[in-house]
Structures are given as C-alpha cells and as structure tokens.
T-cell receptor
Framework: DTGVSQDPRHKITKRGQNVTFRCDPI?????LYWYRQTLGQGPEFLTY????????KSRLLSDRFSAERPKGSFSTLEIQRTEQGDSAMYLC??????????????FGEGSRLTVL | GENVEQHPSTLSVQEGDSAVIKCTYS??????FPWYKQELGKGPQLIID?????GEKKDQRIAVTLNKTAKHFSLHITETQPEDSAVYFC?????????FGKGTRLHILP
C-alpha cells in the first residue's frame, strides 16, 4: 500500500536560495493539496490541483511560490529566493475526485524546510 | 472565509479518563467536519468525521457531536490510553478546501 510520499523529508538552505519539493499522491487520486504548517499551528491551505489544473491559490502563496502538476500525477512546489519566514513543514495531501469536499485527505509525512 | 477556532490548546488527562476538545466555525455553508490526529514526525491522519445532517457519530472510544445552530462541534475520547497522546485538529470544509484549527496537544498521564 503506497501512501502519499514527499521528497525531500528535510531541507536546510541559506536565505536567497531556491528549493523544490516533490509530492507523489496516491495513484488515481485526482485532487492534490499543498499545506504549510509552522510549529504549534494547524495546516494552512496553500493551493490545490484537480488533475493538472491548479484551481485555487491562497493569499499566503506569494509570487516566490509556484506549484505545478504537469501530468496530473506528481506535483512540485518551488520556493524562490527563500526567506527565514518560509521555514515550515510543507504538507501534501491527496483525495479522490468523487468526494472532493466531504472525503478524507491523505497526507504525506511532509517536507521540513529550514532557512538559515 | 471560514475560520475554525479550537480549544484548549493543551490538555492533560489521566489515563482512563475522558478528553473533550471543542471547536467553533464561522461559515454557515460548511457541511463537513473532520478530525485529524497528528503524531510526532508524521502527517495528520483522519480519525473521524461528521456531516451536517448528523448530530452525533461514534466509533469505538471516539465520538463527535455537532450543533449547527451554534456552529460548535466537539471530539470526545473515552477511556484514554497512552497511544492517544498526539495533536488533534478539528477542521471544516470551505468550497473545495479543508480549513484546520490550530490544534490541541493531548497528554495522557500515567
């Protein structure tokens, strides 16, 4: 049973560098979500895809952030010119199209970013 | 937009006692209310959910209640066990998204 996988699990970078995270959802899950979680807080919605279409982006997602899901399977989240405030856990989740808003989100274990 | 408030932020209970976590939501259009459990180093995992056409739902030691009029919903864990120690998040749907509360860290004391 392969769940949602995220890579890398941990990333330490210097301020100003670019970083990219990858998420592989559960196969046949049409919806893919990115959330950000900081210490002591709940996951905050960033963006989501239905197949390859990016349907919504949060105001939290500045122009330094870009997400893609080119073939409707895996997704990447890139952060350009990282800032210390970008330090957080970036969580990916997937769900099935048939239950878009009233079904379970399956989360990966997250990619932890530390910006020095 | 939807705002989900959760309290308490930290809760300590003796093993075997019950734990209650309460949440409120702001968007009257919300109709789905899941609860997630997050263990250290892992992503959140769904433990129970409730839809707006139901007032209460139970699954073994876990129960959720929903008061749509007051926009309150609660998680009840009975006969708590050490493995219940974790962070619990309530959530509500808004359009095609799930909006989370800030979480409750539950400690089960021996």
């Amino acid at each position: 049973d392969t769940g949602v996988s995220q890579d890398p699990r941990h990333k330490i970078t210097k301020r100003g560098q670019n970083v990219t995270f990858r998420c592989d959802p559960i196969s046949e899950h049409n919806r893919l979500y990115w959330y950000r979680q900081t210490l002591g807080q709940g996951p905050e919605f960033l963006t989501y895809f239905q197949n390859e279409a990016q349907l919504e982006k949060s105001r939290l997602l500045s122009d330094r952030f870009s997400a893609e899901r080119p073939k409707g399977s895996f997704s990447t989240l890139e952060i350009q010119r990282t800032e210390q405030g970008d330090s957080a856990m970036y969580l990916c989740a997937s769900s099935t199209l048939s239950v878009p808003t009233t079904g379970e989100l399956f989360f990966g274990e997250g990619s932890r970013l530390t910006v020095l | 937009g939807e705002n989900v408030e959760q309290h308490p932020s930290t809760l300590s209970v003796q093993e075997g006692d019950s734990a209650v976590i309460k949440c409120t939501y702001s968007d009257s259009a919300s109709n789905y209310f899941p609860w997630y459990k997050q263990e250290l180093g892992k992503g959140p995992q769904l433990i129970i959910d409730i839809r707006s056409n139901v007032g209460e739902k139970k699954d073994q030691r876990i129960a959720v209640t929903l008061n749509k009029t007051a926009k309150h919903f609660s998680l009840h864990i009975t006969e708590t066990q050490p493995e219940d120690s974790a962070v619990y998040f309530c959530a509500a749907n808004r359009d095609d998204k799930i909006i989370f509360g800030k979480g409750t860290r539950l400690h089960i004391l021996p």
